[in-house]
């Protein structure tokens, strides 16, 4: 176990098991969660987009939920370390051990259904039968289908949203008709999409998508590529999502 800075002082726990990627850092950016806003991430492994979302935002909850003990008591680990470290806003952040799959009917009070505005997924990128498998257990659950299913998500999802309430997703450009057709399943309607590519030559590598609950099917904003490297490094809008993150491990 180690400690990862984040910027602004924020800090979070990780282990091999449980840790986080560029992804990561690209979703929260993408997620631009706002003040005040009711938060829950599905599957926040050890909790890094809760506390990137609490590092400049002051969302009025964010609820943490994933299925593993080791991944919950990471998070649970962090909230103190950065409490004890003066980031009251850790405090915002509320880890609950429990299962996608019976969400919102899972027995925690936080849980409501139709009372959330914003939720986000980083979910496994490949099917459950797909790929070879890690004898890791827990990177099995991060990278594979094996405890939840991409339907499963989007249901839980919907579920938790208030009316006109967004979700966030990344996931592998192969997936992107899995994703699209799952969400206008569950009465989440995409509504901005972006690839993001490692360079402005390479096929993308990742999308990122914002869908509404309950708005009128017709329309979806493309953006423009997100370009993660050129022949300096980092692009300078890459450097701009990173920020304070990036401050962190200059420091």
């Not at 939840?148 to 989007?154: A, G, P």
């Amino acid at each position: 176990m180690r400690i990862e800075p984040l910027g602004n002082g924020v800090e979070v726990y990780v282990t091999d098991a449980h840790h986080f990627s560029t992804d990561t850092i690209l979703l929260a950016h993408f997620a631009a969660v706002k003040d005040g806003e009711r938060v829950v991430e599905l599957g926040t492994g050890c909790g890094t987009i809760p506390l990137l979302l609490i590092r400049e935002r002051q969302p009025k909850s964010i609820i943490a939920v994933d299925i593993q003990q080791g991944a919950i008591d990471l998070l649970e680990k962090s909230i103190a370390h950065n409490l004890e470290n003066g980031i009251d806003r850790a405090g915002l952040i509320y880890p609950v051990l429990g299962d996608i799959k019976e969400i919102p009917a899972s027995g925690h009070a936080c849980l409501q259904a139709g009372e959330s505005d914003l939720v986000i997924c980083n979910p496994p990128y490949k099917l459950g039968g797909a790929g070879i498998k890690s004898p890791d257990q827990a990177k099995n659950i991060a990278l594979h289908e094996t405890e939840c299913t991409l339907d499963d998500i989007c249901q839980a999802a919907s579920r938790l949203l208030r009316f006109g309430g967004r979700f966030v997703i990344c996931q592998r450009p192969e997936r992107l008709t899995d994703v699209l057709t799952s969400l206008r399943e569950h009465d989440l309607e995409p509504k901005r999409l972006r690839m993001v590519q490692g360079r402005a030559n390479k096929a993308p590598k990742l999308f990122l998508c914002e869908a509404k609950r309950g708005a009128k099917q017709g329309y979806m904003d493309v953006l423009s590529s997100l370009i993660v490297e050129d022949e300096n490094g980092f692009t300078a809008e890459m450097r701009q999502i990173y920020g304070t993150y990036k401050d962190g491990h200059d420091g």
